[in-house]
């Protein structure tokens, strides 16, 4: 079936870097886009950015740009998610999604979540 | 970016209750708005998209309505299952996706 398997929990120090990852099976990996977001402890949903796995482009919200980086392993049907210069505002949930083949969509399939930590 | 507003924050609620909850966009979104329930410590589910169409495998107590700028999700014959957090979000402008701040359905 469907599916989105993240990597596991993060535990960061200030300053540092976190390279998440978001593996799809079930399906052919360069059709759909694939989305990030991330979830603060007890606050709603933020929509970080979006990666074609095709390799044909990528967009971050604006509260995000200069310091995440977002990449795809078509060989693996893998994402990747790389969060620079941490602080403690960070800590959250990360999710990767998936909606249809359309650029704007309602996301379908979710990720379980990978929970980053950032503590000195 | 385009603001989404959900009310009411907090709705209480019994089992067999019929509830409503509205999300307002700052500008027009066409029929671009999902809806999305959310118990603690779970992944986000997907119930309503393109602002009335049912997710499969979601019971058709959930529906939604609305277009431009007013939308609203109503759950009919409350389930136990059915108290979470719900929020909303749009998809006319994908720079950023937004989403309203959630409501949270509690038993009453």
């Known amino acids: 079936q469907v599916q989105l398997v993240q990597s596991g929990a993060e535990v960061k120090k200030p300053g540092a870097s976190v390279k998440l990852s978001c593996k799809a099976s079930g399906y052919m990996f360069t059709t759909y886009y694939i989305h990030w977001l991330r979830q603060a402890p007890g606050q709603g949903l933020e929509w970080v950015g979006i990666?074609?796995?095709?390799?044909?482009?990528?967009s971050y919200t604006q509260s995000f740009q200069g310091r995440v980086s977002m990449s795809t392993d078509t060989s693996t049907g893998t994402v990747y998610m790389e969060l620079s210069s941490l602080t403690s505002e960070d800590t959250a949930v990360y999710y990767c999604?998936?909606?249809?083949?359309?650029?704007?969509?309602?996301?379908?399939?979710w990720g379980q979540g990978t929970l980053v930590t950032v503590s000195s | 970016d385009i603001q989404m507003t959900q009310s009411p924050t907090t709705l209480s609620a019994s089992v067999g209750d019929r509830v409503t909850i509205t999300c307002r966009a700052s500008?027009?979104?066409?029929?671009?708005l999902a809806w999305y329930q959310q118990k603690p410590g779970k992944v986000p589910k997907l119930v309503i998209y393109?602002?009335?169409s049912l997710e499969s495998g979601v019971p058709s107590r959930f529906s939604g309505s609305g277009s431009g700028t007013e939308f609203t999700l109503t759950i009919s014959d409350l389930q136990p299952d059915d108290f979470a957090t719900y929020y909303c979000q749009q998809y006319n402008n994908y720079s950023p996706f937004t989403f309203g701040q959630g409501t949270k359905l509690e038993i009453k």
């Open positions: 990666i074609n796995p095709n390799g044909d482009g990528t």
């Open positions: 393109k602002a009335s």
């Open positions: 999604a998936r909606g249809t083949v359309m650029l704007r969509t309602a996301f379908h399939i």
């Open positions: 500008q027009s979104i066409s029929t671009s």
